[in-house]
């Protein structure tokens, strides 16, 4: 556990190779928190992988599950310097950096912020998390599923349901102090995230929406992060792409991705000319189409010099 300040301590791994070139993983969400299969991205005998869980998520504490857990200390900014403290404390100089979707979110501005401390980036399921991008997912998406989102209008008050249902489910999850209104609030934000899956090869209902600390967890911050548009500028991290001159990446999207459309890692590769964009025949979740091209990059940086 990490102590970065604001009474938040981050849970932290490191696994593969001691030696080995070092990776830092963000996990997507907001609110997913890390899992183990991630480090299949990495050959463990040539990679340092370190894997953390996100404030208030996982097991990084205090937990936003509690209602009474407040966010006001968790923001992207927050989290950027979080990630530096933790390169810090594991007296790293430069890294890898690896998103999969928010996870993208925060690698792009950690990595236009920090890029001195970058080696190579690898995103997967690209997001930028505009304020036209989270509109379209909780609202032009619902077009492609128009009964799930009614019931997902149907949870926020009637007077609010002609407005930014972000916004409004922000409310409830966050200012609420009904804890029954807020776990309702929760069910409903996962069955839409789930229905927007839904569509892909093999989906079968995520079980960590069965948790009602995880969707409380995870509703929480998605509607935080998204209703202030993660803190971002309007296209900041397209106008700062230039700040990545030089350091090489791989941009593996779904060109069916619903929730997610493909001209957002397109122009994110025409900004930022050392990127290399796969667009692959799948949606947001991918499968090993979508882990292929990943995993050929991490092999191919792991032989890069540092």
Request: proline share 6%.
């Amino acid at each position: 556990m990490l102590d970065v300040g604001d009474g938040q301590h981050l849970y932290w791994e490191v696994s593969g190779n001691p030696d080995g070139k070092p990776a830092v993983l963000l996990h997507g969400g907001p609110g997913s928190g890390s899992y183990p299969g991630q480090r299949r991205w990495f050959d463990p005998s040539a990679y340092r992988i370190i894997q953390f869980d996100q404030r208030g998520c996982g097991r990084s504490t205090p937990s936003v599950s509690d209602p009474v857990t407040d966010l006001s200390t968790n923001t992207t900014h927050h989290l950027i310097g979080d990630i530096e403290r933790l390169r810090q404390h594991l007296a790293i100089d430069r890294w890898l950096v690896c998103g999969a979707s928010w996870g993208v979110t925060l690698g792009l501005a950690y990595a236009e912020r920090h890029p001195e401390r970058v080696t190579e980036i690898a995103f997967i399921s690209v997001t930028m998390t505009r304020a036209g991008d989270v509109h379209w997912l909780y609202h032009e998406a619902g077009r492609f599923f128009p009964e799930e989102w009614a019931r997902f209008r149907a949870g926020v008050p009637e007077a609010e349901r002609d407005g930014d249902l972000v916004a409004a489910y922000n409310r409830l999850l966050n200012e609420q102090p009904d804890v029954a209104t807020r776990a309702t609030a929760a069910k409903n934000w996962c069955d839409w995230e789930d229905a927007v899956v839904s569509l892909e090869e093999g989906w079968t209902p995520n079980p960590r929406y069965t948790s009602s600390d995880f969707r409380m967890t995870f509703a929480r911050l998605c509607a935080h992060y998204f209703t202030h548009a993660a803190w971002l500028d309007n296209e900041e991290l397209l106008r700062n792409a230039d700040r990545l001159a030089g350091i090489p990446g791989v941009l593996v999207h779904g060109r069916f991705d619903i929730g997610g459309p493909p001209d957002v890692p397109w122009l994110l590769a025409r900004a930022w000319p050392d990127a290399e964009l796969h667009l692959v025949r799948t949606g947001h979740v991918g499968g090993n189409e979508m882990l292929e091209p990943l995993i050929r990059a991490t092999d191919r940086f792991a032989t890069r010099r540092r």
